[in-house]
């Protein structure tokens, strides 16, 4: 039987019950498989990551080590709420690693998203290592794989083209391959959900909308600066409140502020205003592969354009994107 191939036989996972087993049995199998041994996790704050992490704690309590990185490109609070759900809460072993002067000073200048995303994936892999090194007798590593990550690979190794690179933990030096525990490898989107849910992580992070790797660094279009990204930081924050507010968190799959590198003129207290523009994104998909718009009402909207304009200093104006993919992808980079 291939390990990567899921079996016809194996239920949905839809209930609690239903994830309570499949958490049993994933237990059983990480003690089996690892022993005493401690295991390594780069723990993004995503749901895959948060779940494995979970899941591990469960089974091993603090043989696991996770790392969270924070590459400076975390929306507002992220990385704190790893901290408090993952250290304070759940007790976890957790390094934490604040790494944002690394990230930034290397994005300096740098205007192309494929060049940004290679060098925020490669620093990424450095910082990991580089912590890495510092611990001692990590015979493993675990990670958030799950079956659509396995069958998108099966694609690539096919031959077919992706658009854009999507950065997960891979390629670590030689000296450094270690064992790979993947608990949840087997299970789709949904079922990770489930499971989180079952595992008692709080109810936002599961359903998390999804993010990209390279995180804000491919929503501050071109050379990011540190300005620009706070500003963006702190209108994304307004516009996800919002949702929250007004009930569009569970209608819309992913909506976000995208920042272009450009200034307008406009007026603030009787003064000329140069400022930036927070164009906002609020797409629903099924696979990521073509997108829709949602309609958001329009109160909603001038709610979020008079707080964004009135409460985040560098930006004058908000617009609303209405593209569909195709043409736009989702993300502007
Ligand atoms: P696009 O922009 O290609 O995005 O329509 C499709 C989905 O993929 C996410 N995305 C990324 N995820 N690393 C990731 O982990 C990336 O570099 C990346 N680029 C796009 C995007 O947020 C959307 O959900």
């Given at each position: 039987?291939?390990?990567?191939?899921?079996?016809e036989?194996?239920?949905?996972?839809?209930?609690?019950?239903?994830?309570?087993?499949f958490?049993?049995?994933?237990?059983?199998?990480?003690?089996?498989?690892?022993?005493?041994?401690?295991?390594?996790?780069?723990?993004?704050?995503?749901?895959?990551?948060?779940?494995?992490?979970?899941?591990?704690?469960?089974?091993?309590?603090?043989?696991?080590?996770?790392?969270?990185?924070?590459?400076?490109?975390?929306?507002?609070?992220?990385?704190?709420?790893?901290?408090?759900?993952?250290?304070?809460?759940?007790?976890?072993?957790?390094?934490?690693?604040?790494?944002?002067?690394?990230?930034?000073?290397?994005?300096?200048?740098?205007?192309?998203?494929?060049?940004k995303?290679?060098?925020?994936?490669?620093?990424?892999?450095?910082?990991?290592?580089?912590?890495a090194?510092?611990?001692?007798?990590?015979?493993?590593?675990?990670?958030?794989?799950?079956?659509?990550?396995?069958?998108?690979?099966?694609?690539?190794?096919?031959?077919?083209?992706?658009?854009?690179?999507?950065?997960?933990?891979?390629?670590?030096?030689?000296?450094?391959?270690?064992?790979?525990?993947?608990?949840?490898?087997?299970?789709?989107?949904?079922?990770?959900?489930?499971?989180?849910?079952?595992?008692?992580?709080?109810h936002?992070?599961?359903?998390?909308?999804?993010?990209?790797?390279?995180?804000?660094?491919?929503?501050?279009?071109?050379?990011?600066?540190?300005?620009?990204?706070?500003?963006?930081?702190?209108?994304?924050a307004?516009?996800r409140?919002?949702?929250?507010?007004n009930?569009?968190?569970?209608?819309?799959?992913?909506?976000?502020?995208?920042?272009?590198?450009?200034?307008?003129?406009?007026?603030?207290?009787?003064?000329?205003?140069?400022?930036?523009?927070?164009?906002?994104?609020?797409?629903?998909?099924?696979?990521?592969?073509?997108?829709?718009?949602?309609?958001?009402?329009?109160a909603?909207?001038?709610?979020?354009?008079?707080?964004?304009?009135?409460?985040?200093?560098?930006?004058?104006r908000?617009?609303?994107?209405?593209?569909?993919?195709?043409?736009?992808t989702?993300?502007?980079?």
């Amino acid at each position: 039987m291939n390990p990567n191939v899921r079996p016809e036989t194996m239920a949905r996972i839809t209930t609690p019950a239903l994830a309570n087993a499949f958490i049993e049995e994933q237990i059983a199998a990480v003690r089996a498989q690892v022993g005493d041994k401690k295991v390594l996790l780069a723990l993004s704050g995503g749901v895959d990551s948060s779940v494995v992490a979970a899941l591990l704690i469960k089974a091993i309590g603090k043989q696991l080590v996770c790392v969270h990185v924070n590459h400076g490109l975390m929306r507002k609070n992220e990385s704190e709420n790893v901290v408090e759900v993952f250290q304070n809460q759940l007790d976890a072993n957790l390094i934490y690693v604040d790494a944002t002067d690394r990230f930034l000073d290397l994005l300096a200048g740098v205007s192309d998203p494929e060049r940004k995303r290679k060098i925020i994936g490669a620093e990424f892999i450095n910082v990991f290592v580089d912590e890495a090194r510092k611990l001692e007798g990590i015979e493993y590593l675990a990670q958030g794989t799950i079956y659509p990550d396995i069958l998108e690979s099966i694609k690539q190794a096919e031959g077919k083209k992706a658009v854009k690179s999507h950065h997960n933990v891979g390629g670590l030096p030689e000296d450094l391959k270690f064992e790979l525990v993947e608990p949840i490898k087997l299970l789709y989107k949904d079922e990770v959900r489930v499971v989180g849910e079952a595992l008692g992580l709080p109810h936002a992070m599961v359903y998390r909308q999804p993010f990209p790797g390279p995180g804000l660094g491919v929503r501050c279009l071109g050379a990011i600066t540190r300005d620009r990204l706070h500003a963006l930081r702190e209108a994304d924050a307004i516009l996800r409140e919002e949702f929250d507010l007004n009930g569009l968190a569970e209608k819309v799959w992913q909506y976000f502020v995208v920042s272009p590198d450009i200034k307008s003129v406009g007026v603030k207290d009787d003064s000329r205003y140069e400022g930036w523009p927070a164009i906002i994104r609020a797409v629903n998909t099924k696979d990521a592969m073509s997108a829709t718009i949602e309609e958001i009402p329009y109160a909603v909207l001038h709610k979020i354009t008079a707080r964004i304009t009135n409460e985040v200093e560098g930006i004058n104006r908000v617009l609303y994107d209405l593209t569909p993919k195709p043409t736009g992808t989702i993300e502007w980079e």
